[in-house]
């Protein structure tokens, strides 16, 4: 056990031998850390946290009440082979929020990024890939082999489908089944998900140009109407396009997927 003269840890907290608890990391009532996990500078567990398996979480992240961290996955192949779980810097993990380890056919790792919002009582499973600044909303499951792009934000009591992808800057209405790859910068909504359009509200947000709004716009009217199938439209376009970001739908349309696309109605 390595724990940092300059970190706090409470007298009902248990840190078991191994675990490396950095500089400026506060542990609170009862919460338990297992041997194989690292804990970054100025990480913070609030009380009855529990982190364990080979974890390691990043510099500043906090982690709330009743949190579950690092726990085996929830996978019947799941035979106990070694397996991880990286978080990135500055998440907010909230209560009862869980997130397990990846499993070894899923490639071993379940990876969340920087800055994220996780929101009390959201689900992360195996081997999900979570990008930089995602927001995951009360009450949400983001289940195994998923892959979330940065800049998404998937509404309360969602539930995301096994191998889903979710491309940068889309945003997940609430209440909302996902069972199919969703664009970059989509709108999605409805019990069973449908593309309803462009996260038009997060764009202007992030002061994204009025003229790659609108190429937006047009290439989503394209993948719409045009002809051909979705993945032909999508070809077409990228070969008559000049906006970075009509070209990321692109490369994620045309990228390796083992599931369909949620089209546009």
Known sequence: MAISPSAQVHATAVVDDGAVISDGCIIGPLCVVGAQVVLHANVELKSHVVVTGETEVGEGTTVFSFAVIGEVPQDLKFKGENTRLSIGKRNRIREHVTVNAGTEGGGGVTKIGDDGLFMAGCHIAHDAVIGDRVIVVNSAAVAGHCVIEDDVIIGGLCGIHQWVRIGKGAIIGAVTMVTNDVIPY????????????????????????????TALRAAFQMLAQGEGAFQERAKRLGEETDSAYVEEIVSFILGDSGRSFLTPR
């Open 186 to 213: 989509g709108l999605v909504q409805g019990p069973r998900g449908e593309l309803d359009g462009l996260n038009l509200v997060g764009l202007k947000r992030r002061g994204v140009a009025r003229a790659d709004i």
